[in-house]
Structure formats: structure tokens, C-alpha cells
């Protein structure tokens, strides 16, 4: 007996229950990030290791965007490149994402130049792109649906963030702002498009390992900082250490 | 002012260096494994997650086989799929890991369906396969090099883990017995090939770099399985239990 194609619904709803089992709203570290339990290195050691991930989000949608079939489509993923890079005047997500580290005291050189990065961030977010690469477009778009779930993850950060470290500023935390309306407006698109686009349970059954396996590597890389940073907090050789 | 070209001898003194500061050997994990101061689970997981990296072995081998250019080279380097997969009689090195997780108690099934794997070993070992297919020959070859110093920590682990466990014995252990022949074989291949190959100090910077990186990946498993099982031991969400 094969299961029978979810309706469209169903399907959004069992994508929200992943986030509410796996999405790292729920790992330890974020909570002690945005809790004010850690030290400022700890907040550089986050900061400087999720850049990586910041800076490979283009990458990551341009690889999609190559791959998408039509110019209505390709026009509306292109947004999202231009969410991060910028328009040359107004700055994108990386640059906003530099502005933290900047803020943080982190030397600017050192932190594109990825030498202090966890080799476990590299590996999760190198996965990301060789994921949208080599995996079905559907599964690639599916990938981005943790969007679903970033307002809420911001919306704690910057608050918890605002309130207890003396060391950020509304000015330092200006990533996320417009991250709150872009996130919802890309869901938008990316949900229509799974929902229309996975015409049988098999690839609806995709879909939902598409979003899991992108809360799995989000996750990964808290694992990572948490290990490396706080218990034991042994970074590995070569590590940025605070 | 450039560096100037290494010796021989140079070039490997430096490769041995990145050993003493990076190989695995020197983790955590790695002593309390050998030390005896793991519970079975832990055991367990160690072996689990490692079973991803052993059967992943020879499509990495496979990769650099696909990109030597000549049949002399190629016998060389196909002696390592035929050391994991076997010839069809004598079992290679992934069946005989198999029988480690057997003896550990894991369902074979479980253990080659890869479901409990930690991402983390997932991104880090998959990153091993890109980079063998992505950088160059000379990288891809060097980076099969951390064998030069696999055979010490095969013999701090076997003679640990049998003085120190009541479940494991000779038998579940055979995985590493032939080991300790075939890596230096493997070893004096690939030393002499970058050494030969390694021309420039840039070509040589990549060799070392290379071992690095993979240094680095075997790092990054031990991290994974220390947070998730060792401290503060949260697996994530999905992944194996004890």
C-alpha cells in the first residue's frame, strides 16, 4: 500500500512540525545566546563562524537560480541574491552580517579570510551548497524552507540580544530587521512552489527530507560552536579562539 | 620574496609536524575510547557514525581512480577499493567493520541504512569526496596521507579497547589488523607521487594544506560524537540512542 498524495494543507503542516522538532530555535546554544549566558568571545565565536554560512548563502541560491527553467522564476530567486549582495548602494545581508562582527571587535580581514573558521561550519555549510547542486530542484527549493521559521528565531535573538549583552547595539543587530520581512515574502514563493511542484507523495515525501535535512546542518553548526565553545569548549587546532 | 621549493626530506618532516599538531590521535575521544573510559552506547556510536566513513571510503578512492591517467597509476591506487570492498571471498575492510558494529550488538540493518548517523559525520565525510573531486590530482592524492600515522593509533586503540572492554574482542576487532599493513603500503605510494609531483613551494603548500583539511575532517568527527555522547551528550534530533 503506497501512501496517498498529501493535500496541500497537510503537507504545510507536516513541514511546520519539522521545524517544531528540529529546527535550532530549539538547541541549547541559541538559548544561551540569546539568554545573555554567554561571553563575548562566545558571541564572536557565533558570529564569526555563522559568517561563513551568510557568505555562502549566494553562492547557494545562485546555483539554483542556474538551474531554474524560466524567467519569471529566475527573476523571483534573483531577489534573494540581491538581498545579500546588495544593489552596490543599499548594503545586503553579508555586509550587514560584517557590521556584526565589525561591532563585536572582530578584525574584518580575519573573519573573510575563514582561518579561524570550525571545520564542522565549513562541512555543514559547503553540504548546503553541494545539496541545491546535486538534489532534484524541488528538493533544492524545498531546502529553503526554514524560512518558515526565522521570524521567530530573530525576533528572540535580537531581543535577548538587545537586553542582555552591553557588547550589541540596534546598530550592530541591523542584519536581521529586514531578514524579518524578506524571510516571509521568499516562504511565499518557495511554499507555493513545493506545493504545486510535488505532484506525488514520493516527491512530497522529498520535500519534507529536503527541510529536514537543512534544520539537521543549521543545527550541526550550533553543535559545533557549542563543542568547540562552550562544553568542553575545546576548539579544534587552529580555531579562532577568543 | 618567495619561499623556495622544499627537499624531500623538508617536505615530509613539515607533513609529519601536521600530525603531531592535528591527527586525531590527539582528541579527546580518541583517550577515552582507548582508555576504556567509554559505556558501550558510546561505543556504539563511535562505531556507527565511523561506519559512514569506511563505507564512503571507496567512492573516494573511486573518485581519485576516475582522475590518474595512466594504468600504472591506476593499479596502484585500485588496490585501496579492493583493501575496503574485498574480493568477493576474503572480506575488505567495510565488511569487516560490519562485524564490529555486530559484535557492539547494532542491527546491521540500522547501522547501513545510516538513519542515526550524526550530520556532523555525514558533512565531514562527504566533504572528503568533494574535495578529492573538486581540488586538484596532487591535493586529492595528498590528502590520503594522515595515513602515515594511522598505524599508532590503530595500536593504542586495539590494545586499549581490548584490555579495557569486556564486549569487544579480537574477532570484532579484525577491521584493523590488516590495516597496519596496508597503510604504509598506501603511504609510501602517495609520499613518493606528491613529492615527485610537488614541483613548485605553491604545489607544496597545497600538499600540506591538504593534509591539514583532512586532519581536520577526522577532527570533526570526533567532535560530533564527543558533544552528542560525551559531554554535554545531546544527539540531535533523529539521530542514534544508546
Known amino acids: 500500500m503506497t501512501d496517498s498524495v498529501l493535500a496541500s494543507a497537510d503537507l504545510e503542516q507536516r513541514l511546520r512540525a519539522i ?64 538581498d545579500h549582495d546588495g544593489d552596490g548602494t543599499a548594503p545586503g545581508g553579508v555586509e550587514r552580517w560584517l557590521a556584526l562582527t565589525d561591532g563585536l571587535g572582530l578584525d574584518r580581514g580575519y573573519v573573510t579570510s575563514l582561518e579561524g573558521l570550525l571545520p564542522g561550519t565549513r562541512y555543514a555549510v559547503d553540504a ?15 531546502s529553503s524552507l526554514t524560512e518558515m521559521f526565522s521570524p521567530n528565531i530573530i525576533s528572540q535573538r535580537v531581543a535577548g540580544m538587545l537586553r542582555n549583552y552591553d557588547f550589541v547595539d540596534a546598530r550592530t543587530l ?21 506545493t504545486r511542484e510535488a505532484r506525488t507523495r514520493a516527491e512530497q515525501d522529498q520535500v519534507l527530507a529536503a527541510l529536514r535535512f537543512k534544520c539537521d546542518l543549521l543545527w550541526a553548526q550550533l553543535d559545533a560552536l557549542h563543542h568547540a ?14
Chains 1, 2 share one sequence.
Open 128 to 142: 548546503y551548497v553541494h545539496f541545491v547542486r546535486e538534489r532534484s530542484l524541488l528538493e533544492a527549493v524545498a
Open 19 to 82: 521545524g517544531e522538532e528540529r529546527y535550532h530555535i530549539h538547541h541549547v546554544f541559541h538559548h544561551l545566546l540569546h539568554g545573555g549566558r554567554l561571553s563575548k568571545g562566545q558571541v564572536q565565536a557565533w558570529a564569526l563562524n555563522r559568517y561563513y554560512y551568510q557568505a555562502s548563502i549566494p553562492a547557494k541560491d545562485a546555483t539554483i537560480l542556474a538551474r531554474l527553467p524560466s524567467p519569471a522564476l529566475r527573476r523571483e530567486w534573483r531577489r534573494r541574491i540581491v
Open 174 to 194: 541591523a542584519y536581521f530587521t529586514p531578514r524579518l520581512t524578506q524571510a516571509p515574502q521568499d516562504v511565499a514563493f518557495a511554499l507555493a512552489y513545493v
Open 229 to 242: 565553545y562552550v562544553s568542553p569548549g575545546l576548539p579544534p587546532p587552529g580555531a579562532f579562539r577568543p
